[in-house]
């Protein structure tokens, strides 16, 4: 058998987290995108939505969708932002407050499961190569 290379490893290992946190995410009829989104949005002061896609590393075209269909669900309200009268500010509303604290809950059962059977020094590992590999991303030593 070939060696099995590291963007194949990062990637089949998101792809079944993926997979894991949809199907989590349909038992409260949501998805890993919009629970993503829901724990982007800051709780207290709302978030301005151009920097919610650098935030989340996604388009705007993608996000825009998103957002979208959240409204159209009753999780967030937009409202124009007072200090750029150009700009809008994404709020949660009670609900989306409700469904953020299920997204908070799934990825912080997530975190402790994994964390119960990886020592911590792995784990210091696991964070040490991914800084790593985004540097030499970001830093364009790649490609």
Do not use: C
């Not at 989340?56 to 967030?76: D, F, V």
């Amino acid at each position: 058998m070939k060696e099995v290379t590291i963007d194949y490893a990062l990637r089949a290992t998101w792809q079944a987290v993926a997979r894991m946190y949809n199907e989590e995410a349909k038992k409260f009829d949501s998805t890993m995108a919009v629970g993503f989104t829901l724990l982007s949005i800051d709780p207290k002061a709302g978030t301005p939505s151009t920097s919610l896609g650098p935030k989340m590393g996604m388009e705007a075209t993608s996000l825009s969708r998103i957002l979208k269909s959240m409204e159209q669900k009753g999780l967030i309200i937009r409202k124009p932002n007072p200090k750029d009268g150009r700009g809008v500010l994404i709020y949660l509303t009670e609900f989306g407050l409700e469904k953020r604290n299920d997204s908070k809950n799934t990825v912080i059962r997530f975190n402790e499961v994994v964390k119960d059977e990886v020592t911590d020094e792995k784990l210091a590992h696991f964070f040490e190569v991914t800084e790593a590999i985004n540097k030499l991303i970001a830093d364009k030593k790649l490609f």
